[in-house]
Protein backbone atom coordinates (compact mmCIF):
# COMPACT_ATOMS: atom_id res chain seq x y z
CA UNK A 1 0.00 0.00 0.00
CA UNK A 2 2.78 2.70 0.83
CA UNK A 3 4.13 1.90 -3.03
CA UNK A 4 0.45 3.27 -4.20
CA UNK A 5 0.74 5.92 -1.69
CA UNK A 6 3.76 7.24 -3.57
CA UNK A 7 2.66 6.54 -6.90
CA UNK A 8 -0.32 8.59 -6.34
CA UNK A 9 2.28 11.59 -5.08
CA UNK A 10 4.15 11.11 -8.47
CA UNK A 11 0.61 10.97 -10.09
CA UNK A 12 -0.37 14.07 -8.61
CA UNK A 13 2.87 16.16 -9.59
CA UNK A 14 2.55 15.30 -13.18
CA UNK A 15 -0.86 16.69 -12.78
CA UNK A 16 -0.14 19.86 -10.70
CA UNK A 17 2.87 20.83 -12.70
CA UNK A 18 1.79 20.29 -16.40
CA UNK A 19 -1.88 19.83 -17.02
CA UNK A 20 -2.35 23.62 -15.59
CA UNK A 21 -0.09 24.91 -17.76
CA UNK A 22 -1.11 23.89 -21.15
CA UNK A 23 -3.71 27.03 -21.70
CA UNK A 24 -1.03 29.46 -21.18
CA UNK A 25 1.46 27.60 -23.46
CA UNK A 26 -1.54 27.35 -25.97
CA UNK A 27 -1.80 31.84 -25.17
CA UNK A 28 1.85 31.77 -25.95
CA UNK A 29 1.78 30.37 -29.12
CA UNK A 30 -1.43 32.55 -30.38
CA UNK A 31 -4.40 30.21 -30.03
CA UNK A 32 -7.61 31.90 -31.15
CA UNK A 33 -10.80 31.87 -28.79
CA UNK A 34 -11.47 28.90 -30.87
CA UNK A 35 -8.68 26.83 -30.08
CA UNK A 36 -8.81 28.11 -26.67
CA UNK A 37 -12.35 26.47 -26.22
CA UNK A 38 -11.41 23.44 -27.81
CA UNK A 39 -7.93 23.07 -25.79
CA UNK A 40 -10.17 22.90 -22.80
CA UNK A 41 -13.03 20.94 -23.80
CA UNK A 42 -12.12 18.11 -26.89
CA UNK A 43 -9.48 16.26 -24.74
CA UNK A 44 -12.73 16.08 -21.89
CA UNK A 45 -14.71 14.86 -24.91
CA UNK A 46 -12.13 12.55 -26.44
CA UNK A 47 -11.27 11.43 -22.41
CA UNK A 48 -14.41 9.94 -21.97
CA UNK A 49 -14.20 7.94 -24.99
CA UNK A 50 -10.83 6.49 -23.73
CA UNK A 51 -12.98 5.64 -20.66
CA UNK A 52 -15.47 3.29 -22.80
CA UNK A 53 -12.10 1.64 -24.96
CA UNK A 54 -10.61 1.22 -21.41
CA UNK A 55 -13.68 -1.00 -20.06
CA UNK A 56 -14.36 -2.73 -23.47
CA UNK A 57 -10.76 -3.63 -23.20
CA UNK A 58 -11.48 -4.77 -19.29
CA UNK A 59 -14.45 -7.16 -20.68
CA UNK A 60 -12.04 -9.08 -22.85
CA UNK A 61 -8.55 -8.99 -20.31
CA UNK A 62 -7.92 -10.73 -17.50
CA UNK A 63 -5.32 -7.94 -16.27
CA UNK A 64 -5.71 -4.73 -15.60
CA UNK A 65 -1.94 -3.89 -14.68
CA UNK A 66 -0.86 -4.17 -18.19
CA UNK A 67 -3.41 -1.67 -19.31
CA UNK A 68 -3.12 1.12 -16.68
CA UNK A 69 1.04 0.62 -16.73
CA UNK A 70 1.10 1.11 -20.67
CA UNK A 71 -1.23 4.02 -20.75
CA UNK A 72 0.94 5.31 -18.27
CA UNK A 73 4.25 4.88 -20.04
CA UNK A 74 2.92 6.12 -23.38
CA UNK A 75 1.32 9.40 -21.26
CA UNK A 76 4.83 10.27 -19.43
CA UNK A 77 6.60 9.88 -22.96
CA UNK A 78 3.99 11.72 -24.89
CA UNK A 79 4.89 15.11 -21.94
CA UNK A 80 8.67 14.79 -22.44
CA UNK A 81 8.17 14.86 -26.91
CA UNK A 82 5.96 17.75 -26.14
CA UNK A 83 8.46 19.41 -23.59
CA UNK A 84 11.49 18.55 -26.41
CA UNK A 85 9.34 20.16 -29.33
CA UNK A 86 7.93 23.32 -27.33
CA UNK A 87 11.96 23.91 -26.54
CA UNK A 88 12.33 23.68 -30.27
CA UNK A 89 9.60 26.10 -31.51
CA UNK A 90 7.67 23.44 -33.81
CA UNK A 91 4.55 23.24 -31.53
CA UNK A 92 1.54 25.29 -32.70
CA UNK A 93 -1.95 25.12 -30.68
CA UNK A 94 -3.38 22.83 -33.17
CA UNK A 95 -0.46 20.42 -32.56
CA UNK A 96 -0.65 20.98 -28.52
CA UNK A 97 -4.53 20.28 -28.67
CA UNK A 98 -4.05 17.07 -30.64
CA UNK A 99 -1.51 15.91 -28.05
CA UNK A 100 -3.53 17.14 -25.05
CA UNK A 101 -6.45 15.38 -26.15
CA UNK A 102 -4.08 12.21 -26.83
CA UNK A 103 -2.90 12.86 -23.16
CA UNK A 104 -6.68 12.67 -22.17
CA UNK A 105 -7.76 9.87 -23.82
CA UNK A 106 -4.33 7.77 -22.29
CA UNK A 107 -5.08 9.73 -18.51
CA UNK A 108 -9.20 8.10 -18.48
CA UNK A 109 -8.19 4.82 -20.20
CA UNK A 110 -5.25 3.99 -17.20
CA UNK A 111 -8.08 5.45 -14.62
CA UNK A 112 -10.34 3.38 -15.83
CA UNK A 113 -8.41 0.44 -15.37
CA UNK A 114 -6.68 1.81 -12.07
CA UNK A 115 -10.13 2.33 -10.36
CA UNK A 116 -11.33 -1.34 -11.27
CA UNK A 117 -7.90 -2.53 -10.14
CA UNK A 118 -7.64 -0.48 -6.81
CA UNK A 119 -11.60 -1.00 -5.92
CA UNK A 120 -10.57 -4.57 -5.65
CA UNK A 121 -7.14 -4.76 -4.26
CA UNK A 122 -8.17 -2.19 -1.46
CA UNK A 123 -10.29 -4.37 1.75
CA UNK A 124 -13.36 -2.62 2.24
CA UNK A 125 -12.93 -2.21 6.02
CA UNK A 126 -10.24 -0.18 5.04
CA UNK A 127 -11.23 1.67 1.70
CA UNK A 128 -12.56 4.42 3.28
CA UNK A 129 -9.77 5.65 5.58
CA UNK A 130 -6.99 4.32 2.82
CA UNK A 131 -8.43 6.61 0.21
CA UNK A 132 -8.90 9.35 2.37
CA UNK A 133 -5.30 8.94 3.29
CA UNK A 134 -4.29 8.98 0.06
CA UNK A 135 -5.78 12.08 -1.40
CA UNK A 136 -4.83 14.72 1.03
CA UNK A 137 -1.78 13.60 -0.13
CA UNK A 138 -2.23 14.27 -3.61
CA UNK A 139 -4.06 17.08 -3.09
CA UNK A 140 -0.87 18.44 -1.30
CA UNK A 141 1.51 17.17 -3.88
CA UNK A 142 -0.72 18.79 -6.76
CA UNK A 143 -0.23 21.99 -5.03
CA UNK A 144 2.90 21.74 -4.63
CA UNK A 145 3.03 20.62 -8.66
CA UNK A 146 1.40 23.48 -9.49
CA UNK A 147 3.85 25.58 -7.29
CA UNK A 148 6.68 24.58 -9.13
CA UNK A 149 5.43 24.80 -12.29
CA UNK A 150 4.35 28.28 -12.23
CA UNK A 151 7.43 29.88 -10.42
CA UNK A 152 9.19 27.72 -13.22
CA UNK A 153 7.43 29.47 -15.51
CA UNK A 154 8.22 32.88 -14.39
CA UNK A 155 11.51 32.22 -14.16
CA UNK A 156 12.26 30.87 -17.91
CA UNK A 157 9.34 31.96 -19.65
CA UNK A 158 8.01 35.81 -19.05
CA UNK A 159 7.50 37.80 -21.19
CA UNK A 160 9.17 40.85 -22.00
CA UNK A 161 6.63 42.82 -19.65
CA UNK A 162 6.85 40.02 -16.93
CA UNK A 163 3.21 38.59 -18.60
CA UNK A 164 2.10 35.63 -21.23
CA UNK A 165 3.17 37.08 -24.42
CA UNK A 166 2.58 35.32 -27.88
CA UNK A 167 5.24 34.19 -29.87
CA UNK A 168 8.26 33.96 -27.03
CA UNK A 169 9.31 31.72 -25.05
CA UNK A 170 9.56 27.57 -25.10
CA UNK A 171 12.17 27.17 -22.82
CA UNK A 172 9.70 27.15 -19.54
CA UNK A 173 7.11 24.79 -20.48
CA UNK A 174 10.30 22.43 -21.92
CA UNK A 175 11.10 22.36 -18.00
CA UNK A 176 7.58 21.65 -16.62
CA UNK A 177 6.73 19.68 -19.45
CA UNK A 178 10.01 17.19 -19.06
CA UNK A 179 9.98 17.35 -14.62
CA UNK A 180 5.59 15.80 -15.69
CA UNK A 181 6.67 13.13 -18.03
CA UNK A 182 9.12 12.15 -15.97
CA UNK A 183 6.77 11.76 -13.11
CA UNK A 184 4.70 10.15 -14.86
CA UNK A 185 7.32 7.08 -16.12
CA UNK A 186 8.29 6.81 -12.01
CA UNK A 187 4.47 6.64 -11.20
CA UNK A 188 4.10 3.96 -14.21
CA UNK A 189 7.18 2.02 -12.93
CA UNK A 190 6.09 1.87 -9.51
CA UNK A 191 2.19 0.68 -11.34
CA UNK A 192 4.40 -2.30 -12.72
CA UNK A 193 5.47 -3.13 -8.94
CA UNK A 194 2.12 -3.26 -7.32
CA UNK A 195 0.41 -6.71 -7.05
CA UNK A 196 -3.20 -7.21 -9.07
CA UNK A 197 -5.70 -9.49 -7.66
CA UNK A 198 -7.64 -12.14 -9.74
CA UNK A 199 -9.91 -9.89 -11.97
CA UNK A 200 -13.87 -11.56 -12.16
CA UNK A 201 -14.37 -8.91 -15.39
CA UNK A 202 -17.19 -6.86 -15.94
CA UNK A 203 -21.15 -7.12 -16.19
CA UNK A 204 -21.85 -6.52 -19.61
CA UNK A 205 -23.43 -3.10 -20.92
CA UNK A 206 -26.45 -4.76 -21.48
CA UNK A 207 -27.12 -4.92 -18.04
CA UNK A 208 -26.68 -0.79 -17.40
CA UNK A 209 -30.00 -0.90 -20.28
CA UNK A 210 -32.04 -3.18 -18.32
CA UNK A 211 -31.13 -1.06 -15.31
CA UNK A 212 -32.44 2.30 -16.79
CA UNK A 213 -35.77 0.92 -17.86
CA UNK A 214 -36.18 0.39 -13.50
CA UNK A 215 -37.72 3.20 -11.24
CA UNK A 216 -34.37 4.22 -9.89
CA UNK A 217 -32.78 3.48 -13.54
CA UNK A 218 -34.94 6.34 -14.65
CA UNK A 219 -33.45 8.88 -11.37
CA UNK A 220 -30.32 7.67 -12.74
CA UNK A 221 -30.77 9.50 -16.71
CA UNK A 222 -32.37 12.01 -15.17
CA UNK A 223 -29.23 13.17 -13.34
CA UNK A 224 -26.94 11.99 -16.80
CA UNK A 225 -29.05 14.06 -18.41
CA UNK A 226 -29.23 17.45 -15.69
CA UNK A 227 -25.33 17.06 -15.13
CA UNK A 228 -24.65 17.35 -19.05
CA UNK A 229 -27.25 20.63 -19.45
CA UNK A 230 -25.22 22.07 -17.00
CA UNK A 231 -21.71 21.03 -18.21
CA UNK A 232 -23.15 22.98 -21.22
CA UNK A 233 -23.57 25.80 -20.19
CA UNK A 234 -20.54 25.96 -17.60
CA UNK A 235 -18.80 25.94 -20.80
CA UNK A 236 -19.79 28.60 -22.31
CA UNK A 237 -17.65 30.74 -20.23
CA UNK A 238 -15.44 28.36 -18.29
CA UNK A 239 -12.99 27.53 -20.95
CA UNK A 240 -12.21 31.23 -21.38
CA UNK A 241 -11.70 32.35 -17.22
CA UNK A 242 -8.15 31.91 -18.01
CA UNK A 243 -7.73 33.56 -21.32
CA UNK A 244 -8.95 36.42 -19.66
CA UNK A 245 -6.54 36.46 -16.63
CA UNK A 246 -3.60 36.04 -19.22
CA UNK A 247 -4.98 38.34 -21.91
CA UNK A 248 -7.57 41.02 -20.71
CA UNK A 249 -5.81 41.13 -17.39
CA UNK A 250 -2.34 39.95 -17.70
CA UNK A 251 -1.58 38.22 -15.03
CA UNK A 252 1.69 36.95 -15.05
CA UNK A 253 2.70 32.85 -14.62
CA UNK A 254 3.08 34.02 -10.69
CA UNK A 255 -0.50 35.44 -10.51
CA UNK A 256 -2.19 32.60 -13.07
CA UNK A 257 -0.40 29.94 -10.29
CA UNK A 258 -1.88 32.20 -7.38
CA UNK A 259 -5.41 32.07 -8.68
CA UNK A 260 -5.38 28.19 -9.52
CA UNK A 261 -4.00 27.36 -6.30
CA UNK A 262 -6.54 29.06 -4.01
CA UNK A 263 -9.43 26.92 -6.48
CA UNK A 264 -7.24 23.80 -5.22
CA UNK A 265 -7.36 25.16 -1.92
CA UNK A 266 -10.65 25.94 -0.89
CA UNK A 267 -11.51 22.11 -2.45
CA UNK A 268 -9.18 20.51 -0.21
CA UNK A 269 -10.43 22.47 3.00
CA UNK A 270 -14.21 21.95 1.71
CA UNK A 271 -14.80 18.74 0.64
CA UNK A 272 -14.81 17.00 4.08
CA UNK A 273 -17.05 19.82 4.89
CA UNK A 274 -19.76 18.99 2.02
CA UNK A 275 -19.15 15.50 2.72
CA UNK A 276 -20.61 15.90 6.17
CA UNK A 277 -23.68 18.22 4.81
CA UNK A 278 -24.61 15.20 2.77
CA UNK A 279 -24.53 12.71 5.46
CA UNK A 280 -26.85 15.47 7.73
CA UNK A 281 -29.19 16.50 4.93
CA UNK A 282 -28.97 14.60 2.12
CA UNK A 283 -27.39 13.99 -1.55
CA UNK A 284 -30.52 15.71 -3.21
CA UNK A 285 -30.97 19.35 -0.73
CA UNK A 286 -26.70 19.23 -1.23
CA UNK A 287 -27.00 19.11 -4.79
CA UNK A 288 -29.72 21.38 -5.35
CA UNK A 289 -27.96 23.78 -3.66
CA UNK A 290 -24.61 23.16 -5.06
CA UNK A 291 -26.25 23.74 -8.55
CA UNK A 292 -27.00 27.08 -7.03
CA UNK A 293 -23.63 27.84 -5.84
CA UNK A 294 -22.32 26.66 -9.53
CA UNK A 295 -24.40 29.02 -11.26
CA UNK A 296 -23.30 32.04 -9.56
CA UNK A 297 -19.52 31.35 -9.86
CA UNK A 298 -19.04 34.01 -13.34
CA UNK A 299 -20.91 36.51 -11.07
CA UNK A 300 -18.07 38.30 -9.57
CA UNK A 301 -16.11 38.08 -12.90
CA UNK A 302 -18.43 40.64 -14.65
CA UNK A 303 -16.66 43.17 -12.46
CA UNK A 304 -12.96 41.46 -11.30
CA UNK A 305 -10.29 43.89 -12.70
CA UNK A 306 -7.34 42.10 -10.67
CA UNK A 307 -6.29 39.32 -8.03
CA UNK A 308 -7.64 41.41 -5.67
CA UNK A 309 -11.17 40.40 -7.47
CA UNK A 310 -10.23 37.16 -8.99
CA UNK A 311 -8.93 35.25 -5.84
CA UNK A 312 -12.36 35.80 -4.18
CA UNK A 313 -14.03 34.30 -7.61
CA UNK A 314 -11.52 31.45 -7.37
CA UNK A 315 -12.50 30.66 -3.74
CA UNK A 316 -16.24 30.62 -4.88
CA UNK A 317 -15.53 28.40 -7.55
CA UNK A 318 -13.07 25.97 -5.21
CA UNK A 319 -16.20 25.88 -3.09
CA UNK A 320 -18.97 25.30 -5.19
CA UNK A 321 -17.47 22.55 -7.32
CA UNK A 322 -16.70 20.69 -3.96
CA UNK A 323 -20.26 20.88 -2.78
CA UNK A 324 -21.20 19.85 -6.36
CA UNK A 325 -18.80 17.04 -7.14
CA UNK A 326 -19.52 15.38 -3.42
CA UNK A 327 -23.47 15.65 -3.92
CA UNK A 328 -23.46 14.76 -7.59
CA UNK A 329 -21.36 11.27 -7.49
CA UNK A 330 -23.68 10.61 -4.06
CA UNK A 331 -26.76 10.87 -5.48
CA UNK A 332 -25.46 9.09 -8.90
CA UNK A 333 -24.42 6.19 -6.42
CA UNK A 334 -28.02 6.26 -4.39
CA UNK A 335 -29.49 5.68 -8.11
CA UNK A 336 -27.53 2.98 -9.21
CA UNK A 337 -26.00 -0.74 -8.27
CA UNK A 338 -22.76 -1.75 -8.19
CA UNK A 339 -22.43 -3.96 -11.10
CA UNK A 340 -23.95 -1.09 -13.30
CA UNK A 341 -21.90 1.60 -11.87
CA UNK A 342 -18.79 1.85 -14.15
CA UNK A 343 -21.18 1.75 -17.10
CA UNK A 344 -23.19 4.61 -15.47
CA UNK A 345 -19.70 6.68 -14.74
CA UNK A 346 -18.55 5.98 -18.77
CA UNK A 347 -21.73 6.99 -19.77
CA UNK A 348 -21.65 9.89 -17.41
CA UNK A 349 -18.13 11.04 -18.97
CA UNK A 350 -19.74 10.87 -22.31
CA UNK A 351 -22.52 12.97 -21.94
CA UNK A 352 -20.57 15.55 -20.18
CA UNK A 353 -18.02 15.66 -21.91
CA UNK A 354 -20.30 16.17 -24.85
CA UNK A 355 -21.61 19.08 -23.32
CA UNK A 356 -18.34 20.72 -22.63
CA UNK A 357 -17.73 20.45 -26.21
CA UNK A 358 -20.85 22.22 -27.36
CA UNK A 359 -20.69 24.67 -24.52
CA UNK A 360 -17.21 25.45 -25.19
CA UNK A 361 -18.28 25.66 -29.30
CA UNK A 362 -21.20 27.62 -28.51
CA UNK A 363 -19.01 30.71 -26.09
CA UNK A 364 -16.07 30.01 -29.03
CA UNK A 365 -18.41 31.52 -31.75
CA UNK A 366 -19.82 34.08 -29.16
CA UNK A 367 -16.27 36.01 -28.81
CA UNK A 368 -14.74 35.30 -32.26
CA UNK A 369 -14.77 38.99 -33.18
CA UNK A 370 -12.60 41.53 -32.79
CA UNK A 371 -14.38 43.21 -30.23
CA UNK A 372 -14.64 39.95 -27.93
CA UNK A 373 -16.03 40.80 -24.75
CA UNK A 374 -15.06 37.96 -21.82
CA UNK A 375 -17.62 39.53 -19.22
CA UNK A 376 -20.82 39.75 -21.66
CA UNK A 377 -20.01 35.89 -22.04
CA UNK A 378 -19.91 35.74 -18.60
CA UNK A 379 -23.08 37.21 -18.01
CA UNK A 380 -24.61 34.60 -20.57
CA UNK A 381 -23.18 31.40 -18.77
CA UNK A 382 -24.70 33.10 -15.44
CA UNK A 383 -27.91 33.05 -17.24
CA UNK A 384 -27.71 29.27 -18.22
CA UNK A 385 -26.36 28.06 -15.30
CA UNK A 386 -29.21 29.67 -13.47
CA UNK A 387 -31.74 28.48 -15.67
CA UNK A 388 -30.63 24.94 -15.17
CA UNK A 389 -29.89 25.21 -11.72
CA UNK A 390 -33.51 25.93 -10.78
CA UNK A 391 -35.22 23.06 -12.56
CA UNK A 392 -32.55 20.88 -10.74
CA UNK A 393 -35.61 19.95 -7.62
CA UNK A 394 -38.16 18.73 -10.14
CA UNK A 395 -36.10 17.61 -12.49
CA UNK A 396 -34.63 15.39 -9.75
CA UNK A 397 -37.24 14.82 -7.11
CA UNK A 398 -36.96 12.96 -3.72
CA UNK A 399 -37.30 9.24 -4.06
CA UNK A 400 -39.02 6.77 -1.54
CA UNK A 401 -36.61 4.27 -0.28
CA UNK A 402 -33.75 5.55 -2.10
CA UNK A 403 -30.37 4.31 0.11
CA UNK A 404 -28.46 6.96 1.78
CA UNK A 405 -24.75 6.85 0.50
CA UNK A 406 -22.60 8.31 3.21
CA UNK A 407 -19.40 10.58 2.68
CA UNK A 408 -17.32 7.50 3.68
CA UNK A 409 -19.00 5.37 0.54
CA UNK A 410 -17.86 8.79 -1.61
CA UNK A 411 -14.15 7.35 -3.12
CA UNK A 412 -12.97 10.00 -5.36
CA UNK A 413 -9.88 9.83 -7.27
CA UNK A 414 -7.74 13.20 -9.05
CA UNK A 415 -8.23 13.02 -12.83
CA UNK A 416 -6.96 16.69 -13.78
CA UNK A 417 -6.79 20.31 -12.56
CA UNK A 418 -8.85 22.71 -14.95
CA UNK A 419 -7.92 27.00 -13.73
CA UNK A 420 -11.69 27.38 -13.24
CA UNK A 421 -12.52 24.25 -11.22
CA UNK A 422 -9.36 23.07 -9.64
CA UNK A 423 -8.57 19.78 -8.84
CA UNK A 424 -10.96 17.53 -10.68
CA UNK A 425 -12.52 13.87 -9.56
CA UNK A 426 -13.52 11.08 -10.52
CA UNK A 427 -15.58 8.26 -8.51
CA UNK A 428 -14.31 5.57 -7.40
CA UNK A 429 -16.04 1.77 -6.93
CA UNK A 430 -18.40 2.33 -4.11
CA UNK A 431 -17.59 0.21 -0.69
CA UNK A 432 -21.92 -0.88 -0.84
CA UNK A 433 -22.05 -4.47 -2.39
CA UNK A 434 -25.65 -3.57 -3.36
CA UNK A 435 -27.11 -5.96 -6.19
CA UNK A 436 -29.96 -5.27 -8.27
Known amino acids: ???????GLLYALMVGC????????????????LEQGLLISLPLFLGALGSLAALRALSRL???????????????????????????????PALLIAAFCLHHVLGQAAGTAWSSWYGDLVPAEIRGRYFA?????????????LVVGGLLLGRFEAGSAGTVAAGEGGAGFRVILTLSGGF??????????SPEPKFRGLSPPTRLLQFLRTERGSSAWRMLLVGAALQLVVYMGSPYFGPFMLEDLKFSYEAYMVSAAVVVGAKFVLLP????????????????????LVAIVPLPWLWADGLGWVLPAQALSGLSWAAYEVAYFSLLLESSYKTTRPHAFAAQNVLNGTGQLLGSLLGAALVAGPERDFRLLFLLTLI??????????????????????GRGAILLRVIGIRAHGGVVHRPLDAQSEDKP
Open 133 to 145: RRNRGVYLATFAG
Open 184 to 193: RLLSAALLLF
Open 384 to 405: GRLAVAVVVPRVIPPRAGAPAV
Open 1 to 7: MRLSLVE
Open 62 to 92: RHRKGLTVIACVVQGSLLLLLGEACAQGVVG
Open 273 to 292: VWGRLVDLHGARSVYAAAAL
Open 18 to 33: GETYFLPNAIRLGATP
